[in-house]
């Protein structure tokens, strides 16, 4: 009974102690000038308004001699800004990234086996389609890994068709690199880059089908996605049919084994928003204006610098990350050594006082933090959410 009681008030000392601790926490005088640090739709670019909508040609027809010239220069400026080959195709598509991605595995896919490699929501998202939507789970091969994580994609087969996602939204990994997909490759390469197209270079001659969404690195609007495909996609295109797999019309990208061209040249598949359309130009001149894609790239990599400093200084935050390599320079995720209810409070609080909106782990990953650091994302507003992530550590959680 003695110990009990000592024990309670142990408990209890404790308690006291953390209790005055944090009513002796400081709140941060100062506030991020921007707190939207989503991971999708993410924050507009510096300076955006909504006047960027009044060249928008409202009430024309999207096939309108004004309508297409628009159309044909967002692919003409993706073309140039990220350096996509002038052989390969761009694309404007329903539905986002996941239109475009879907897009291309149901028209493509089956005529090799599949190789899928993921460690994230998303590319698990994709093996699942290709399994049981696509009925391809007897050539379906799995590489996987865990949060924080890539699998062995040196393994993949290069016969096989492969598709990974570039950079894993809810994970925070990306790949590194290109290396591990051979030049000589039998199979095309699915290549969703959603959250890494405009932050991380691409390489072109490894990649025949690159999808991306504008709502990520510039800060687009959502509902439409972009299609990139090589020379070697388009040939699969034109010379496989898939058996037994109606497709919707949106998904169709051919006519009588034909490429249907129109798409690729700005005459798009269903009617696009033309605001979404001028949103998205003025992303691209903006990108223009700090320097292009190695400008966009930079910002991105300095605004990964600001939180790798915060978490260097402090033991009880890390990147989901484990290899540094593959730290994403734009979905950054952190997990806390506290409770997930605890995080849920710090997320809450951040909300509440206006610093930080929608940072909160992905549903299906690790508890924790996704701190988006995409080009449009100053560095100062990262700089001043540090201090508060401090003190809404000390002031919601306790440490694990």
Known sequence: MALRRTAQTFVA??????????????????????????????????????????????GRSHRSKIGKAKLAKAIDETRRILGVPDDYRIGIVPASDTGAIECAMWSMLGARPVTVAHWESFGKGWLGDVISQLDLKDSTTELTAGYGELPDLASADPESDIIFTWNGTTAGVCVPNADWIAADRGGLTFNDATSAAFAMPMDWAKVDVTTYSWQKVLGGEGAHGVLILSPRAVERLETYTPPNRPLPKIFRLTSKGKLIEGIFKGETINTPSMICVEDYLDALSWADSVGGLDGLVARSKANLAVLEGFVATRDWCHFLAKNEAERSSTSVCLTLDTSPEDVKKLVAMLETEGVAYDIGAYRDAPSGLRIWCGATVEASDLEALLPWLDYAFETCCTKA
């Open 13 to 58: 000392a404790r308690a006291g102690r953390l209790a005055a601790a944090r009513s002796l926490a400081t709140m941060p005088s100062v506030k991020p000038a921007c707190p939207d640090f989503s991971s999708g739709p993410c924050k507009k670019r510096p300076g955006w308004s909504p006047a960027v909508y009044e060249s928008a040609p409202t």
